[in-house]
């Protein structure tokens, strides 16, 4: 955890309802942004958002955006933004199609990102699957494991929320599972997961922001085989 910066008050743009519980439950003040076009308000107020914390906005529109954010950070002494591209587009994929949702999507993280900075917040960057391998081979690490030989075994999800350098799981989830294994991993088959998840945030210096992790769930260890934000 980053000792040099203390947050308490986070704003989320367009959050799923599993970031805002896993950011709740860690004791975080939550503000939220839902285009109710794309996201129902009444999942994140269910998530824990208090009503007077839950601000209506338009994600379509970047200038918009950004004064709703802005006036949202100065009025309550937001310490963090937070906005998981990934995840909003495949909210406004459904709506939007692809493309459109690609480049809304990338729009509103410009927005975010360019706003952060200017507001003194950190700007949490992901290195590439390369430059994790690289990480991973100089520094000799027994875990996470990148690359090698895979072999078969359950395919789990796990989507995590960073804030200054604390990695918290919103979620984790088997998405296939090996057809040759019946039961579903174990205890500590999960908290294996949990830990190689947080190793590999770890060892990339990732202090902020949320990030998707596929992990394969083998005989020999958890091996991840993709990162994105």
Known sequence: MNA?????????????????RAAVAAGFEVWAMADAVFLAPKLLQRAGVEPHRL???GLTD???????????????????????????????????????????????????RDLSRKLGGPVGVLPGAAALRRLHEQGGYPGP?????????????VRTLT???????????????????????????????RATVRALLDLAGYEHGSVQTEVV?????????????
Do not use: F, K
């Open 217 to 229: 769930l083998a005989p020999n260890g958890c091996h991840v085989v993709g990162v994105t934000s």
């Open 4 to 20: 040099d910066r203390t947050t308490r008050r986070v704003l989320m743009v367009m959050p799923g309802p599993a970031l805002v």
């Open 145 to 157: 494991h990148l690359g090698g030989q895979m072999t078969a075994g359950h395919r789990v999800r």
């Open 62 to 112: 970047p200038v918009a955006l950004r004064a709703l954010l802005e006036h949202t950070a100065d009025a309550y002494g937001i310490d963090q933004l937070l906005y998981a591209e990934g995840e909003v587009r495949d909210m406004l994929c459904p709506v939007l199609g692809a493309e459109d949702a690609g480049r809304v999507a990338a729009r509103a993280h410009d927005v975010v």
């Open 163 to 193: 804030i200054d350098g604390m990695h918290l799981v919103a979620d984790i989830a088997v998405r296939e599972a090996e057809t040759a294994r019946t039961t579903s991993p174990t205890e500590a088959e999960w908290a294996g997961i």
């Open 55 to 57: 601000l209506p906005g």
